[in-house]
Structure formats: structure tokens, C-alpha cells
């Protein structure tokens, strides 16, 4: 056989392995469905059905998973911007809006569904699911497996020994005060948080081993930067805290279990020896569930008479810390809201604070008006737009007074939630 001949079958094989690395035909799960996918003008569809794309962990429904009552509101749904008024069905058809409910005093008073989409769904989170994860930090923390706020990573997660990531204080993954060196740009080519999904899903790399390799250019607790990978090691912190246990598991059994949670799912790296979620994201259930979420928030980290999050987590979570860049705008005029731990805080910081994932995901809560706000969809145009938060507001408000009693914030803390024994 000629020296041509022998080229030519090579390059045949590397073809041949190559798109056979490619599609995948003998898996549930390829980089071309994942790509065709991620390019789609329209990711309603693929955002309702992301356990189809991505290898995943199932998180167990509640032994006592239950609907909440319905009282609907018999009002169309309108709000004020840019000097208009406008209606929630308009909104919803230009931004891609998959589903809307609102809770108030625990009965549905709003509950609307676009799309295709109905209410056994399962709508993916984006970043909703940092807010779960600070949850679970927050039991955490009640339940001793964290001793303290302050202690470093490493102390529960050593895979970290010897990186920067190891050396940051739980407190600080929070608050997105991390100084990790990190680009977490969705949209450009070549940045931090793409490459990131490239190695995990691609290239089926281990999640924390990714992350062990981003190092720090400035001190940690200076200012405010929101990156994924900071979520993605206090999952690593949470797993060691609980002996190995993996986050879908710690979901089920201190979330979905009290909250009455139906099933959902959660996406995993693509290191089938570990199928480690990704914390900093893809968490996929009903919207009525992240509903219930927001109710634990609203009800200050209480599900029926039993305590969940340590007392005072909540105001915890939503309050801003003392650091200039965490104020609403305080880094990009051009989105008008603060951080406090892993959850958003409104440029009008009357008590109110929300969850808020990547193309327009949301869990509003507003105790003003003892309200949870809850939105899925696929809209391309978030964080950019600011409509969205005429709505939230407005959702929040509709058919309610508001309580001055709640939102007093003289009683927010600065220096972190009680721990159970502890004194106020």
C-alpha cells in the first residue's frame, strides 16, 4: 500500500472518530445536540427539556409534595413603563416568557403559562440555582456541618489545598467577593464561563479540577464580581460538609422534602466517576416549585412550623454588605439592583430581594405585600432590558396594601444569621 493510500486512511479514521466523538451515537448526550441547541433563535423549547441535552442527577420529590391552594386574581395583569401602561400578555409574547405565578398569604393568585408550556413542566433555573445553593449553605451552617461563615474552603473541600479558591472564606464565595480571575461573559467566544461548559460537557473533565486551575488578581472581600465558579467550589464545600453527599441528594432531603417539592433534575459534569452537579446553575423544576422556594424566604427560612434556615438567614442573604461595589448600580448603571449572598437586591431596598437566572428566570420575593413572584422563559434580551422589573413589581403588588411593618429593615443584620443556641 502506497504512502498516499495510507495518508488517506488516517485521515479517514481521524474523520471517522472525530464525528463519532461528535454525535455520540451511542450515548443519550453528544456536543452536537448540546451546540444545536445553544444556537437555536428560539431556547424555549430546549430550556423546558434541558434533561434531554445534559446527563443530570434526579432530585427526589417530597414524600408529602402537595399544590398550593388557588385563589386567582380575576384582573388582567398591568404595569407602568416608559410611560406606558402594559399588559402581561404582551410582555410575555416579546420576551419569551415560558410561565408566571404569584403566591400571596401561600394561595395562587396569578398563574399563567405561554409557549406550549403547562404546569407539569420542568423550567430550567440558570443562576436561580446559586440562590439554592446559599439555601443549603444556610442549613448548613444551622445544622453545624459548616461551623462558621469564615472558614476557608479548604476546610471542607480539599481538593482546593494549595489554590486560591482554597484560601477564600465561605462569606466571600456569598457575596461574589471572591477575586478570582474569571470571564463570566455567556455570549463571547473564548471566555472563562464558556470554556468552562466546554471542559465539563466536551471534554468530560471534572468540574472542580477546571475550577482548581483559576487564580486571584486582587484580595478577596474588595469588591463585587459575579462569577460562576465561585458557587461551583461552595457546592465542593457543601459536599465535603455532608461526608460526599452530592448536592441533588442534600436538595431533596433539606429543600424539596419540607418545602413539598415535586421531582426536578439537576446537571452533572460529564465525569461519569463523579456526576457532580453544577452548582452554579441547570437546576430544572415545576414553577409552582420555585414558588415554594421564594414561600421559605418569604416566610423567613420557616416551612410550616418547622425551622429550615437558621433565624435571620434571610435578611442575611438580602442584605447589602458593606461594600460600596454591592449597591444597586453601584458597577453597571445600566442594571439598577445590588448583591447581597447570592441573592439580588432592588434598587429601592424596601425589603424585597429575588433570585434571577440568565435569559430572564426569576423568584421575586416581596414582604411588603407577603408575596412570591416566580418566572420562567427563554428571553434573550435579559440582563439588558429593564422592563422586566416593572413587572416583577407590579406582579408583586397587584390587588394587595402594602405593609410598612415589613419593610422596616432596621433589624437587618451586618454580621451574618444566628446559629442554633446563639443569643439575639
Same mark, same amino acid.
Given at each position: 500500500?502506497?504512502?498516499? #493510500?495510507?495518508?488517506?486512511?488516517?485521515?479517514?479514521?481521524?474523520?471517522?472518530?472525530? !464525528?463519532?466523538?461528535?454525535?455520540?451515537?451511542?450515548?443519550?448526550?453528544?456536543?452536537?445536540?448540546?451546540?444545536?441547541?445553544?444556537?437555536?433563535?428560539?431556547?424555549?423549547?430546549?430550556?423546558?427539556?434541558?434533561?434531554?441535552?445534559?446527563?443530570? =442527577?434526579?432530585?427526589?420529590?417530597?414524600?408529602?409534595?402537595?399544590?398550593?391552594?388557588?385563589?386567582?386574581?380575576?384582573?388582567?395583569?398591568?404595569?407602568?413603563?416608559?410611560?406606558?401602561?402594559?399588559?402581561?400578555?404582551?410582555?410575555?409574547?416579546?420576551?419569551?416568557?415560558?410561565?408566571?405565578?404569584?403566591?400571596?398569604?401561600?394561595?395562587?393568585?396569578?398563574?399563567?403559562?405561554?409557549?406550549?408550556?403547562?404546569?407539569?413542566?420542568?423550567?430550567?433555573?440558570? %443562576?436561580?440555582? #446559586?440562590?439554592?445553593?446559599?439555601?443549603?449553605?444556610?442549613?448548613?451552617? #444551622?445544622?453545624?456541618?459548616?461551623?462558621?461563615?469564615?472558614?476557608?474552603?479548604?476546610?471542607?473541600?480539599?481538593?482546593?489545598?494549595?489554590?486560591?479558591?482554597?484560601?477564600?472564606?465561605?462569606?466571600?464565595?456569598?457575596?461574589?467577593? %471572591?477575586?478570582?480571575?474569571?470571564?463570566?461573559?455567556?455570549?463571547?467566544?473564548?471566555?472563562?464561563?464558556?470554556?468552562?461548559?466546554? *471542559?465539563?460537557?466536551?471534554?468530560?473533565?471534572?468540574?472542580?479540577?477546571?475550577?482548581?486551575?483559576?487564580?486571584?488578581?486582587?484580595?478577596?472581600?474588595?469588591?463585587?464580581?459575579?462569577?460562576?465558579? *465561585?458557587?461551583?467550589?461552595?457546592?465542593? !464545600?457543601?459536599?465535603?460538609?455532608?461526608?460526599?453527599?452530592s448536592l441533588s441528594d442534600l436538595a431533596a432531603e433539606k429543600v424539596f422534602a419540607p418545602l413539598g417539592m415535586q421531582a426536578g433534575t439537576w446537571l452533572t459534569d460529564r465525569n461519569s466517576r463523579s456526576g457532580k452537579e453544577l452548582a452554579?446553575?441547570?437546576? =430544572?423544576?415545576?414553577?409552582?416549585?420555585?414558588?415554594?422556594?421564594?414561600?421559605?424566604?418569604?416566610?423567613?427560612?420557616?416551612?410550616?412550623?418547622?425551622?429550615?434556615?437558621?433565624?435571620?438567614?434571610?435578611?442575611?442573604?438580602?442584605?447589602?454588605? *458593606?461594600?460600596?461595589?454591592?449597591s444597586p448600580g453601584a458597577t453597571d448603571p445600566s442594571r439598577p439592583v445590588g448583591y447581597g449572598h447570592h441573592f439580588w437586591i432592588p434598587k429601592e431596598q424596601d425589603g424585597s430581594f429575588f433570585a434571577a437566572g440568565y435569559n430572564g428566570?426569576?423568584?421575586?420575593? *416581596?414582604? =411588603?405585600? /407577603?408575596?412570591?413572584?416566580?418566572?420562567?422563559?427563554?428571553?434573550?434580551?435579559?440582563?439588558?432590558?429593564?422592563?422586566?422589573?416593572?413587572?416583577?413589581?407590579?406582579? %408583586?403588588?397587584?390587588? !394587595?396594601?402594602? /405593609?410598612?411593618?415589613? %419593610?422596616?429593615?432596621?433589624?437587618?443584620?451586618? /454580621?451574618?444569621?444566628? #446559629?442554633?443556641?446563639?443569643? /439575639?
Amino acid at each position: 500500500m502506497g504512502p498516499i #493510500k495510507i495518508i488517506g486512511l488516517c485521515l479517514l479514521a481521524v474523520l471517522v472518530a472525530g !464525528a463519532s466523538w461528535f454525535y455520540r451515537p451511542w450515548s443519550d448526550y453528544s456536543p452536537a445536540r448540546v451546540i444545536e441547541a445553544r444556537d437555536t433563535l428560539d431556547r424555549v423549547p430546549y430550556y423546558r427539556t434541558m434533561a434531554e441535552y445534559f446527563p443530570h =442527577n434526579t432530585i427526589a420529590a417530597s414524600p408529602k409534595a402537595y399544590a398550593l391552594e388557588r385563589d386567582l386574581f380575576p384582573t388582567a395583569l398591568v404595569y407602568s413603563y416608559d410611560g406606558e401602561t402594559r399588559d402581561l400578555d404582551d410582555y410575555a409574547a416579546r420576551r419569551d416568557i415560558t410561565g408566571l405565578i404569584v403566591v400571596r398569604d401561600e394561595k395562587v393568585i396569578i398563574e399563567r403559562y405561554w409557549r406550549g408550556a403547562d404546569v407539569d413542566d420542568h423550567h430550567t433555573s440558570w %443562576s436561580v440555582a #446559586k440562590s439554592f445553593v446559599a439555601t443549603l449553605v444556610g442549613i448548613a451552617l #444551622k445544622e453545624g456541618a459548616i461551623e462558621d461563615l469564615t472558614d476557608p474552603v479548604v476546610k471542607y473541600a480539599p481538593i482546593y489545598r494549595d489554590t486560591d479558591y482554597g484560601q477564600t472564606t465561605i462569606q466571600h464565595l456569598l457575596m461574589m467577593s %471572591s477575586g478570582i480571575d474569571f470571564s463570566e461573559n455567556y455570549e463571547e467566544t473564548g471566555s472563562d464561563i464558556r470554556d468552562l461548559f466546554f *471542559n465539563t460537557f466536551f471534554l468530560n473533565q471534572d468540574l472542580d479540577k477546571v475550577v482548581r486551575g483559576y487564580d486571584r488578581n486582587r484580595d478577596p472581600g474588595q469588591d463585587f464580581d459575579y462569577v460562576s465558579t *465561585n458557587t461551583a467550589v461552595l457546592g465542593a !464545600a457543601l459536599s465535603g460538609a455532608y461526608g460526599g453527599r452530592s448536592l441533588s441528594d442534600l436538595a431533596a432531603e433539606k429543600v424539596f422534602a419540607p418545602l413539598g417539592m415535586q421531582a426536578g433534575t439537576w446537571l452533572t459534569d460529564r465525569n461519569s466517576r463523579s456526576g457532580k452537579e453544577l452548582a452554579y446553575c441547570c437546576l =430544572n423544576i415545576r414553577l409552582e416549585d420555585y414558588a415554594k422556594f421564594g414561600l421559605l424566604y418569604l416566610n423567613q427560612g420557616m416551612a410550616g412550623e418547622t425551622r429550615i434556615l437558621p433565624e435571620g438567614w434571610a435578611n442575611f442573604v438580602s442584605t447589602v454588605p *458593606n461594600e460600596a461595589t454591592h449597591s444597586p448600580g453601584a458597577t453597571d448603571p445600566s442594571r439598577p439592583v445590588g448583591y447581597g449572598h447570592h441573592f439580588w437586591i432592588p434598587k429601592e431596598q424596601d425589603g424585597s430581594f429575588f433570585a434571577a437566572g440568565y435569559n430572564g428566570q426569576f423568584v421575586f420575593i *416581596n414582604p =411588603n405585600t /407577603n408575596t412570591v413572584v416566580a418566572i420562567t422563559g427563554a428571553d434573550q434580551t435579559y440582563p439588558g432590558q429593564q422592563e422586566v422589573w416593572a413587572l416583577l413589581r407590579a406582579a %408583586s403588588e397587584v390587588g !394587595a396594601p402594602v /405593609n410598612a411593618d415589613a %419593610s422596616d429593615n432596621a433589624d437587618r443584620m451586618t /454580621n451574618g444569621p444566628l #446559629k442554633d443556641g446563639e443569643a /439575639n
